[in-house]
C-alpha cells in the first residue's frame, strides 16, 4: 500500500511543478543572499581588514563589527564561566552529585572551545541561511499539499467507507499513508539540503566554520559546525513537518474542509508566533515561548543555554526537542483516532433532504455558503481572534499620568491667546487654592472638611496646569494652530502601527480566500452551476449574487476586523475629537497633507478596493482553476507582497494602507490604478468564466 500512496502523491496533478518552484525559490534565495549589497559589503570590508587597510572603528558592516567582538571577547567569555563553574564546585551550595557532573562537563566543554583557532570567516551568508525560516516556510508549503492529496481527497470522496469492512485495512491504509508523507518530507528536506549546501559550496564558503563563530549562534550550547547544523534542524524539520502534518489531518477531520482546516491552523500559528515574540524570557509562562507551534514551524533552536530549566539540568534546546518528539508522537496517536472514527468526529457534511425553500436566490445562496460550507466558522474565529486582542491590550499608566492625560484633551485642538488666557486664570484659581491650604495647614484661618478637599484638588492640579500652559506657549511661539497628543495617533498611524497592519493584512487574506474557496470548490465539484444554465441568464445570475455575498461579507470582516483594532486603540486615547491635519499627526513634511477625517475616509476606501480585489482574484482563480492550485496561487502573492513590504516598505504595493500614501501620493496613485484595473478585469471574466 505504500508504493500505491507514494505513486498516488507522486501523480497529484501540482505536486512536481509545486516542488520544482519551491525548489527555485529556495535556489533564488541562496543567490540573492550572496550578490546582496549587504553581503558584498562584508566581503570587501572584510578582506580589508585582514589586510590591515581598514581599522576595527572604522567599519560600517554591523555584522562584520559583531563578528570581530564576538571572537575577540570569546576566549574571555569561556574563562569567565569555567571559573565561575570551578567556584560552584568547590562551594557547599552545589554539593550535589547532579550538579558536580553538569559542571564538570561545562567546564570540559569550554575548555574544548578554547582550543579552537580564532580567525575571521566569511560567515555572513551562514548566518543568514541558519537563521531563515525558509526552509520550514517552503516544507509547511510542501506538507500542505501533500495532507491534501493523501488524506482530504479520501475524505472529499468519502473513499474511506470502503475500508470500514475490517478493522485492519483501516489501520494500514492510514499507516502508509503517513509513511508516504514521511518518506516525501525525508526527500523534500534531504532535497533542499543538498541545494543548500552545494549552492554555498559553489560560492566558495566554508561550511566546516564551529557555529560558536556566527553572530548569533556564539552561546549556542552544542560544538558543531556549520554543517553539522544543517542536517541538524533539517532532521527536526522532517519531525516539526510530521507534527504539523498531523494537526493539519485533525484539522481536516474536524472541519472536512481543507481550506477552513488551513486557514484555522495559520491563525493559531500566528498567535503561536505572538507568544513567541512577546512572552518574556522572565515570564512565569516563558515555557509557551518555545515550546510551541510556531517555534516548531521556524525549525531552529534557541543559541542561548540555561543552567535550570523546570529545576533539571537540562538545555532548553533539548527540552525542546524532547517536547518535540512527545507532542509529534502524541498529535500522531491523536490524528490516528480522528482518522479510524471519520464518521463519528468532526462537522459532518448534510447528508438530510433538507426542507427548507427559498423563494430568493440571493438567500439560498447565503444559507448554502454561511452554513452547509460552515462560512460562519471563518467570521466567528476571525472576529473572536480579533475580539481577544482587544481585551487582552492595556497600556500600564498610573494615576498620575492618567490625570495628566484627561487634563491635556481639554485642552486638544486649536489654542490661541484666548485659550491661553482661560488656562493662566485657571492656574492663579489653583495658586490660590494652595495658599489657603497652606494657611489652614499652619491653622492660620479656619477650613472645614468640604472646603478642604476641594483646595486638595485644585492645588494638585497645579502642576499640570503649569505644565500645558508652557506646552501650549511653545506651541504659539512655533506659530502653529493646534495643541495635540501625539503617541495615540503613533499607535494608529506610527511605526507601532506597522505590525498590526501586518497581522490585519494576513488574517484578512487568509479568512477571504478561505471563504471563497470554501464556498467556489463544493459548487464546482457537485456541478451545481450546470442546473442553472438550463435558462439565458440563470448562471451569470447566481455567479453575480455569489460575488455580492462574498464581498458583503467581506467588508464585514474587514469593518469588524480594522472597527476593533480602532476601539482597542480608543480605550486610551481619544483621537477623533479633533480634525488634525496629518502633517502634525506624523510630526513630519507630507507631499500631500490632508485632514485627518479625510484620510481616514480615504484609506477605509482603500482597503475597502484592496480587499474586494483579493476577494475577486480568489473567486476568479478558483473557478478557472482546482482549489488547491488556487489556494496556493494566492497565498504566494501574499507572501510575495510581505516579502517586498520587509524590503521596501514606502514604496512596495502593500504602502496603500500605511500614511506613505501621503508621503508617495504618486506611487500611491499607480498602484491604486492596478487594483481597480484588476477589480473591473476580474468582476468581467469572473461574471463569463
Not at 578 to 595: A, E, F, G, R
Request: hydrophobic share 50%.
Amino acid at each position: 500500500m505504500l508504493n500505491q500512496e507514494l505513486k498516488r502523491l507522486k501523480s497529484y496533478r501540482g505536486i512536481l511543478p509545486g516542488v520544482m518552484i519551491l525548489m527555485l525559490v529556495l535556489l533564488v534565495f541562496l543567490v540573492g543572499t550572496f550578490y546582496s549589497d549587504e553581503n558584498q559589503s562584508y566581503i570587501t570590508q572584510r578582506n580589508q581588514y585582514l589586510q590591515g587597510n581598514l581599522s576595527t572603528e572604522a567599519l560600517s558592516s554591523s555584522y562584520l563589527k559583531n563578528q570581530i567582538e564576538t571572537i575577540q571577547n570569546f576566549t574571555q567569555y569561556n574563562n569567565e564561566i569555567i571559573e565561575n563553574n570551578q567556584k560552584k564546585i568547590q562551594s557547599s551550595l552545589f554539593n550535589s552529585k547532579d550538579n558536580l557532573v553538569r559542571f564538570k562537563k561545562e567546564i570540559q566543554y569550554y575548555q574544548t572551545l578554547n582550543t579552537l583557532e580564532l580567525n575571521v570567516e566569511n560567515t555572513y551568508v551562514p548566518s543568514v541561511v541558519l537563521r531563515s525560516p525558509i526552509f520550514s516556510i517552503l516544507s509547511f508549503i510542501f506538507v500542505i499539499m501533500c495532507v491534501q492529496a493523501l488524506f482530504y481527497q479520501d475524505v472529499q470522496i468519502k473513499i474511506l467507507r470502503l475500508f470500514e469492512s475490517t478493522h485492519t485495512s483501516l489501520k494500514h491504509l492510514y499507516i502508509s499513508k503517513i509513511l508516504a508523507l514521511l518518506v516525501s518530507v525525508v526527500l523534500f528536506r534531504v532535497g533542499m539540503l543538498l541545494i543548500t549546501v552545494g549552492t554555498l559550496k559553489l560560492m566558495g564558503l566554508s561550511l566546516y566554520v564551529p557555529i560558536q563563530f556566527i553572530s548569533g549562534f556564539n552561546r549556542f550550547p552544542y560544538y558543531l559546525n556549520c554543517l553539522s547544523y544543517l542536517i541538524m534542524i533539517s532532521s527536526l524539520g522532517i519531525l516539526s513537518m510530521l507534527f504539523i502534518g498531523s494537526i493539519l489531518i485533525i484539522f481536516i477531520h474536524i472541519f472536512r474542509n481543507d481550506a477552513l482546516a488551513l486557514f484555522v491552523f495559520i491563525l493559531m500559528t500566528l498567535v503561536q508566533y505572538l507568544m513567541h515574540s512577546f512572552i518574556s524570557i522572565t515570564s512565569g509562562y516563558s515555557v509557551l515561548k518555545y515550546i510551541n507551534v510556531y517555534a516548531y514551524l521556524i525549525g531552529s533552536m534557541p543559541s542561548f543555554n540555561i543552567s535550570i530549566v523546570l529545576g533539571l539540568g537540562f538545555q532548553l534546546a533539548t527540552l525542546q526537542i524532547v517536547a518535540l518528539c512527545v507532542l509529534t508522537v502524541c498529535v500522531s496517536i491523536l490524528s490516528w483516532g480522528m482518522y479510524r472514527n471519520i464518521n463519528r468526529i468532526g462537522f459532518k457534511q448534510f447528508d438530510l433532504k433538507l426542507s427548507f425553500r427559498f423563494k430568493s436566490l440571493a438567500l439560498q445562496e447565503f444559507f448554502q455558503m454561511g452554513i452547509l460550507y460552515k462560512a460562519f466558522l471563518i467570521c466567528v474565529i476571525l472576529i473572536g481572534y480579533n475580539g481577544y486582542r482587544y481585551m487582552s491590550y492595556t497600556i500600564l499608566e498610573d494615576a498620575e499620568q492618567a490625570n495628566v492625560d484627561a487634563m491635556r484633551a481639554e485642552y486638544l485642538g486649536i489654542v490661541d491667546a484666548d485659550v491661553l488666557e482661560a488656562l493662566n486664570v485657571r492656574i492663579l484659581d489653583a495658586q490660590e487654592a494652595r495658599d489657603k491650604l497652606n494657611a489652614c495647614i499652619d491653622n492660620t484661618m479656619d477650613c472645614d472638611e468640604t472646603n478642604n478637599s476641594e483646595l486638595i484638588e485644585k492645588a494638585n492640579n497645579l502642576s499640570t496646569l503649569v505644565m500645558i500652559r508652557d506646552e501650549i506657549e511653545q506651541v504659539l511661539i512655533n506659530g502653529e494652530a493646534y495643541y495635540s497628543n501625539i503617541q495615540g495617533y503613533e499607535q494608529l498611524f506610527g511605526r507601532e502601527s506597522l505590525f498590526s497592519m501586518q497581522i490585519h493584512f494576513i488574517t484578512l487574506s487568509l479568512a477571504l480566500m478561505s471563504l471563497v474557496f470554501m464556498f467556489v470548490n463544493p459548487t464546482k465539484t457537485s456541478k451545481i452551476d450546470a442546473l442553472f444554465d438550463s435558462t439565458l441568464l440563470g448562471r451569470k445570475q447566481k455567479k453575480k449574487i455569489d460575488l455580492q455575498l462574498l464581498l458583503g461579507i467581506g467588508g464585514v470582516l474587514c469593518i469588524g476586523v480594522y472597527g476593533i483594532y480602532i476601539a482597542k486603540i480608543l480605550k486610551y486615547y481619544n483621537l477623533f475629537t479633533v480634525n488634525y491635519p496629518m502633517s502634525l499627526i506624523l510630526d513630519t513634511d507630507l507631499s500631500l497633507d490632508v485632514s485627518l477625517a479625510v484620510y481616514m475616509v480615504c484609506t477605509l476606501l482603500i482597503r475597502a478596493l484592496v480587499y474586494g480585489l483579493i476577494v475577486l482574484s480568489s473567486y476568479r482563480l478558483a473557478r478557472q482553476t482546482s482549489g488547491l492550485k488556487a489556494l496556493f496561487g494566492m497565498i504566494f502573492v501574499v507572501i510575495v507582497v510581505m516579502g517586498l513590504f520587509t524590503l521596501f516598505p514606502e514604496y512596495s504595493p502593500l504602502m496603500v494602507l500605511t500614511t506613505a500614501i501621503l508621503e508617495h501620493p504618486v506611487v500611491a496613485v499607480g498602484y491604486m490604478s492596478l487594483v481597480i484595473g484588476g477589480i473591473g478585469m476580474n468582476v468581467k471574466r469572473g461574471l463569463i468564466s
